[in-house]
C-alpha cells in the first residue's frame, strides 16, 4: 500500500509491515551461506531509507547521497584503521555524526535552491567527497582504498565470526531501528509537514512554516542515517574503496529506490533487495553484460510503472479485490 | 487606532519595470474593502508584498501598526495576515483535512513534532474539522485534494487561510475560475467570515465586488487611482475612463 500520511493516517502497524523482518530471519536460519548478500542488502536498504525519506517524503532531489554514505564508511575505516579504534557502536556514532555535520553544512546551502540548481550542487558535493577522498592518499589509502579494519566484539559481547552471522543480526539491528524512527517520523506532524513542503512549497510559506528549517532539519538526519549504512559497509567488508564515493553510489542508489517505489517506506526494501540480487546473479551468468539486465529492468519500471514494483503490487491487489 | 494592515510609500520595481508605485494604503479592522484594477495593474504583486512573499525595493508595511517589512513570510503569518491564492496553491496529493490542519498545526505550535504521530492530534483534528463544516465541505474531509470539483478546491483555499485564525485577510480572486452555479456557495462563504477579521478581497467580478465591498481602492498601473465607497467608485469618471469604461463601453 502507497501510505497515506498526516492527520487522516492510521499510524498503527499492519501485519504486511512485519514481512521484511520475518524475511530477514528466515534468511538468517535458511540461507546460511548468503548471509554476506544478506548484510550488503540490509546496509544498502538502510540507505535507501534515509534517501526516500528526503526524496520521497520532503521531495529533495539529489544525486549526491552517497557523500554521506562514503563519509561514514570512510571515518569508521580511518578510525580503525588509523587511529586503533575497533569499537562498533563508537564507530558508527562518530561516523553518524560526521554525516550528520557534512549534511548540515551542505544543506545549508543546497536547500536554498530548487530543482535542477538543487540536483547539481549535490552533485558537486559528492564529487568533491569524492576527490578530497582521492587525493588524500595518506589517510584513506587513494585508489587503492583502505584495509586493515577491524573490528571489536560489539559491546565485548558479540565477536563478529567468519560465516558472517553477527554482521548480519548487527545490520539488521540497525536497519530496524533506522526504519523504526523513519516511520514514526513520516507518521508525525513534521512527517506531514515534509509531505506538505513536497506537494507545494509555496503554500507551506503562507501557512506560516518554518520551510528552510523543516528541510535542512531532515536533511541532517538522513544524512546521518546514510553515515551509519556507510559504517556498516566497512564493519562488514573490513575495507573502504573509492567507490563508496561520488556519482556512481548515489545514482545506483537512486536506481534502486526507484525500482521499489519512491515515497512508499517499502520501495526502499524491495528496491536493493531486487537490485543486489539481480547483480548478484546476472554477474555471475553474464559477467560482462550484467548491466545490461539492470538496465533493462529500470527502463521496464519507469516506462510501465511509474510506482515501482510496490507500485506494481498494489496495481495487482486493487484488481484482485475488485473482481472479488 | 493603528489599522490592521496599512503600507506607506510601497515600491516595488523589476529592472526598469514599477509594478507598485509608492502606495499609500489602510485597511480598517473589520473591513470589507476590494481592490480592483485593470489586468497587468499590480494588483497580485501588492498582494505578494504584503505576505512578504517580495521584499519592496522601498517603503513599509505595518501589521496592526507593528512595522513588518524585514519579516519573512512566517513571521507575519504568526501576526494574524493570511491570503489565499489566484491559482489554487494546494496540497494536491493529501486529504482535504490534512491541507487544513497543516496550518492549523502550525499555529498551535505542534506542527515540528517528531516522535508522536499526527492522527494523535485531537485538537488540530477537531478544528480543522470545524472549519470544514462552517464551509460546508466536512464530508470531503477525506477525499484527496486533486479528486474534488474546482469549486470545491476553491473552498479549501479558503479553509486553508481560515485555519490560521487571520486578523487581516488577503483573498487574491478568490471565485476565478468558478463557473457561476458554483460561485454562489463561494459568495456565502465570504458573506459568513467573522466580521472582526479585516478583508482585502482582489476581484475581477464587479457583481461580487459590490456586493461585497464597503470600500474600493482602484489600482492602475501600480498607483493608487482613487478610493471610495462603493457609490462614489461607481460614479468616478476617472475610473470610467480607465476601467469600467472599457466594459460599458
Known amino acids: 500500500m502507497n501510505h497515506p500520511v498526516g492527520y487522516n493516517a492510521d499510524h498503527r502497524l499492519r501485519w504486511t509491515e512485519w514481512l521484511p523482518w520475518v524475511v530477514a530471519l528466515a534468511v538468517f536460519f535458511l540461507l546460511p551461506d548468503y548471509l554476506s548478500l544478506g548484510a550488503r542488502v540490509l546496509t544498502y536498504i538502510l540507505f535507501a531509507l534515509s534517501l526516500d525519506l528526503i526524496l520521497g517524503y520532503a521531495g529533495i532531489i539529489t544525486l549526491g547521497h552517497a557523500a554521506f554514505f562514503g563519509l561514514?564508511?570512510?571515518?569508521?575505516?580511518?578510525?580503525?584503521?588509523?587511529?586503533?579504534?575497533?569499537?562498533?557502536?563508537?564507530?558508527?556514532?562518530?561516523?553518524?555524526?560526521?554525516?550528520?555535520?557534512?549534511?548540515?553544512?551542505?544543506?545549508?546551502?543546497?536547500?536554498?535552491?530548487?530543482?535542477?540548481?538543487?540536483?547539481?550542487?549535490?552533485?558537486?558535493?559528492?564529487?568533491?567527497?569524492?576527490?578530497?577522498?582521492?587525493?588524500?592518499?595518506?589517510?584513506?589509502?587513494?585508489?587503492?582504498?583502505?584495509?586493515?579494519?577491524?573490528?571489536?566484539?560489539?559491546?565485548?559481547?558479540?565477536?563478529?565470526?567468519?560465516?558472517?552471522?553477527?554482521?548480519?543480526?548487527?545490520?539488521?539491528?540497525?536497519?530496524?531501528?533506522?526504519?523504526?524512527?523513519?516511520?514514526?517520523?513520516?507518521?508525525?506532524?513534521?512527517?506531514?509537514?515534509?509531505?506538505?513542503?513536497?506537494?507545494?512549497?509555496?503554500?507551506?510559506?503562507?501557512?506560516?512554516?518554518?520551510?528552510?528549517?523543516?528541510?535542512?532539519?531532515?536533511?541532517?538526519?538522513?544524512?546521518?542515517?546514510?553515515?551509519?549504512?556507510?559504517?556498516?559497509?566497512?564493519?562488514?567488508?573490513?575495507?573502504?574503496?573509492?567507490?563508496?564515493?561520488?556519482?556512481?553510489?548515489?545514482?545506483?542508489?537512486?536506481?534502486?529506490?526507484?525500482?521499489?517505489?519512491?515515497?512508499?517506506?517499502?520501495?526502499?526494501?524491495?528496491?536493493?533487495?531486487?537490485?543486489?540480487?539481480?547483480?548478484?546473479?546476472?554477474?555471475?551468468?553474464?559477467?560482462?553484460?550484467?548491466?545490461?539486465?539492470?538496465?533493462?529492468?529500470?527502463?521496464?519500471?519507469?516506462?510501465?510503472?511509474?510506482?515501482?514494483?510496490?507500485?506494481?503490487?498494489?496495481?495487482?491487489?486493487?484488481?484482485?479485490?475488485?473482481?472479488? | 487606532m493603528s489599522a490592521a494592515l496599512e503600507t506607506r510609500g510601497l515600491c516595488k520595481s523589476f529592472g526598469a519595470l514599477t509594478v507598485a508605485d509608492r502606495i499609500d494604503f489602510r485597511l480598517e479592522s473589520g473591513a470589507r474593502h476590494a481592490l480592483i484594477g485593470p489586468n497587468g495593474a499590480g494588483k497580485t504583486t501588492f498582494v505578494n508584498l504584503l505576505t512578504g512573499l517580495l521584499r519592496p525595493s522601498s517603503g513599509t508595511v505595518l501589521l496592526g501598526g507593528e512595522d513588518v517589512t524585514a519579516l519573512a513570510q512566517s513571521g507575519r503569518v504568526k501576526r494574524g495576515l493570511g491570503r489565499t491564492f489566484q491559482i489554487n496553491t494546494l496540497f494536491r496529493d493529501m486529504s482535504v483535512l490534512d491541507n487544513v490542519a497543516l496550518g492549523v498545526a502550525e499555529r498551535h505550535g505542534v506542527a515540528g513534532g517528531f516522535w508522536r504521530p499526527a492522527s494523535g492530534q485531537r485538537a488540530v483534528r477537531e478544528e480543522s474539522l470545524e472549519l470544514l463544516a462552517r464551509l460546508g465541505i466536512a464530508d470531503e474531509a477525506g477525499r484527496r485534494v486533486l479528486d474534488l470539483p474546482y469549486g470545491k478546491q476553491r473552498l479549501v483555499e479558503i479553509a486553508i487561510a481560515l485555519g490560521l485564525k487571520p486578523r487581516v485577510l488577503l483573498l487574491d480572486e478568490p471565485a476565478a475560475g468558478v463557473p457561476s452555479l458554483e460561485s454562489e456557495r463561494i459568495l456565502q462563504a465570504l458573506d459568513s467570515l467573522p466580521e472582526?477579521?479585516?478583508?482585502?478581497?482582489?476581484?475581477?467580478?464587479?457583481?461580487?465586488?459590490?456586493?461585497?465591498?464597503?470600500?474600493?481602492?482602484?489600482?492602475?498601473?501600480?498607483?493608487?487611482?482613487?478610493?471610495?465607497?462603493?457609490?462614489?467608485?461607481?460614479?468616478?469618471?476617472?475610473?470610467?475612463?480607465?476601467?469600467l469604461g472599457e466594459r460599458h463601453a
Open chain 2, 196 to 243: 472582526d477579521i479585516a478583508i482585502l478581497i482582489i476581484e475581477h467580478d464587479m457583481d461580487l465586488v459590490f456586493r461585497f465591498a464597503r470600500r474600493i481602492t482602484v489600482l492602475v498601473q501600480g498607483e493608487v487611482l482613487c478610493e471610495g465607497t462603493p457609490q462614489e467608485i461607481a460614479d468616478d469618471v476617472r475610473v470610467h475612463q480607465v476601467y
Open chain 1, 72 to 324: 561514514g564508511a570512510y571515518v569508521t575505516g580511518i578510525l580503525s584503521a588509523k587511529l586503533g579504534v575497533n569499537d562498533p557502536l563508537l564507530q558508527m556514532l562518530c561516523s553518524a555524526c560526521a554525516a550528520g555535520l557534512l549534511g548540515l553544512a551542505t544543506g545549508a546551502l543546497v536547500l536554498r535552491t530548487h530543482g535542477l540548481t538543487q540536483l547539481m550542487l549535490t552533485l558537486a558535493v559528492a564529487a568533491v567527497c569524492l576527490e578530497v577522498a582521492n587525493k588524500a592518499t595518506p589517510v584513506t589509502g587513494g585508489a587503492d582504498g583502505l584495509s586493515g579494519v577491524t573490528v571489536a566484539p560489539i559491546l565485548g559481547l558479540f565477536r563478529f565470526d567468519m560465516y558472517g552471522r553477527t554482521a548480519y543480526l548487527w545490520c539488521l539491528v540497525l536497519v530496524f531501528g533506522g526504519w523504526w524512527l523513519i516511520r514514526r517520523l513520516i507518521y508525525s506532524p513534521f512527517g506531514a509537514a515534509l509531505t506538505g513542503i513536497r506537494e507545494n512549497s509555496v503554500r507551506m510559506h503562507a501557512v506560516g512554516a518554518p520551510v528552510y528549517k523543516r528541510l535542512l532539519t531532515v536533511y541532517t538526519l538522513s544524512a546521518a542515517i546514510a553515515g551509519i549504512a556507510g559504517a556498516l559497509l566497512t564493519q562488514t567488508n573490513q575495507f573502504v574503496g573509492l567507490n563508496v564515493l561520488g556519482f556512481e553510489p548515489s545514482g545506483e542508489l537512486l536506481v534502486m529506490l526507484i525500482l521499489g517505489g519512491v515515497g512508499r517506506l517499502y520501495g526502499a526494501f524491495v528496491g536493493p533487495l531486487v537490485f543486489l540480487i539481480a547483480q548478484d546473479f546476472l554477474a555471475r551468468q553474464f559477467p560482462e553484460y550484467w548491466y545490461f539486465g539492470i538496465g533493462l529492468m529500470l527502463v521496464v519500471v519507469v516506462l510501465f510503472a511509474r510506482g515501482g514494483i510496490l507500485g506494481i503490487s498494489d496495481a495487482v491487489i486493487a484488481r484482485m479485490r475488485r473482481k472479488a
